[in-house]
């Protein structure tokens, strides 16, 4: 089948204006003189054979006296003989692709660098591509209209015509960034493959070219995490909070595991230094107020774990501890009831009634523990003599407790062998291990 021939006509519709001259009434010697596209040669950029007046090099004639001409290829072929370094990549412009060079290009000669249709390359680009127009905040190169910077015009190897992997394109400005990946143990996973995961690469309505705000922002890779915050019984606020993942999560890179910010006994002492409302008229006591200069740390709090007990995004049960613990002085006794507690001491505490090793909180071989915690009516819950997380005392026994409105004394005293408590619950008791103490019944 003969090739489609492609006369001056198609030329006139792809490039508005670029022909549109009186013809002259009789055969040219050349074609740019008064009559016919005199103004080729007075653009500021001519393109080389118009330069060289070598008009054959891209157009045959069709007939000299109609002045009608047809180009020596097809229009992408023809660009190609001399431009053939800009169709190496494999993924190709859809303009260049379609053989539609003039669409951006003036095939004779511009006032615009690169034979440009528009004044600009990003004028060129939103002519197509409207990215952005309404957000408002913009990506750097996208404000100083320099489309470029990220782009190939022509053709690249990598998606969106990205000028390397997109990977090392937002590296090789956000150098900081990249830096955090080089030093920082935890990276966060999407850094590492595709940063247009979470950032608009033009712009968006959210600062740092987000493509929406912290949790929304978060939630469809994290789903996990978003059922725990939002159904979760007992919730920690600031989790659903707009931006409040951010305010314990780096979004890229951390020195500590989960991309924390800080250690986690510094990241929740950043909040939990004062006092904290969970409601109307509900507050919790400063946990550094707790700790600070407290002589006996609970364990969890001295290897500086708050996650032994808590759950940082939200828990079924109280305080958004791990597991259950009763919130109350008194409580019926399960093992179920202390599973928290249970998770680091043996339940055997409880379970036992006599015993010589299980614990020193004991008169002779009975266990106090058990005395105390193992009721079904009215049993003391470990609160009732213990501070949760430091005291002064030995054992963390407190030195008062929390009973409605009063502050029930616990007046621990400590000996050798045993102790002894005059607390506001009843009256004076010791204890000895060695010696146990005779109490008669009344």
Known sequence: MEKPRYVLVIFLMVVPG???????????????????????????????????????????????????????????????????????????????????????????SSDNKFFLVEPTV????????????DAKFLHG?????????????????????SVMAPSELCFSCHLVTKNELTKFEFVHEPVEKQCVSCHDAHGADNSILLKAQAPELCYPCHEDIKEVAENSKYRHSVVTEQGGCLK???????????????????LCTSCHNKPVGIGKDKVIESFTD????????????????????????????????????????YAPFSTDNYKLCFSCHPESLVL??????????????????????????????????????????????????PYGMWELPIQFEKTETGGSCKPGCHLPFAYDRQKPVVYKRP
């Open 352 to 401: 036992t009634k006599q015993t010589s090793e299980l614990t020193d909180f004991r008169n002779g071989d009975l266990s106090l523990h058990y005395l105390h915690v193992n009721k079904q009516r009215r049993g003391r819950t470990c609160r009732s003599c213990h501070a949760t997380h430091a005291s002064n005392l030995p054992k963390h026994i407190r030195k008062s407790v």
């Open 248 to 266: 314990c999560h780096t979004p890229h890179a951390s020195t500590v595991e989960y991309e924390l910010r800080a250690d986690p006994m510094t």
């Open 122 to 133: 990003a004028q060129l680009c939103q002519n197509c591509h409207q990215v952005a127009e």
């Open 141 to 161: 190169p996208v404000a100083a209209k320099e489309c470029t910077i990220c782009h190939e015009p022509h053709s690249s190897d990598y998606e969106n015509l």
């Open 18 to 108: 670029v022909f549109a001259v009186e013809k002259p009434t009789s055969p040219q010697q050349t074609c740019v003189t008064s009559q016919c596209h005199a103004d080729y040669s007075k653009k500021r950029y001519v393109h080389g054979p118009v330069g060289l007046g070598d008009c054959e090099v891209c157009h045959e004639t069709v007939d000299e006296k109609k002045h009608t001409w047809q180009l020596t290829v097809e229009q992408n072929e023809l660009c190609e003989n001399c431009h053939s370094d800009q169709t190496t990549g494999k993924n190709l412009h859809k303009a260049l692709d379609m053989g539609a060079c003039t669409q951006c290009h003036n095939p004779h």
């Open 290 to 329: 707790q700790i600070n200069g407290k002589k006996f740390l609970h364990g969890p709090v001295a290897q500086k774990n708050c996650e032994g007990c808590h759950i940082s995004h939200g828990s079924e049960y109280f305080r958004l501890l791990t597991e259950e613990y009763p919130p109350q002085f």
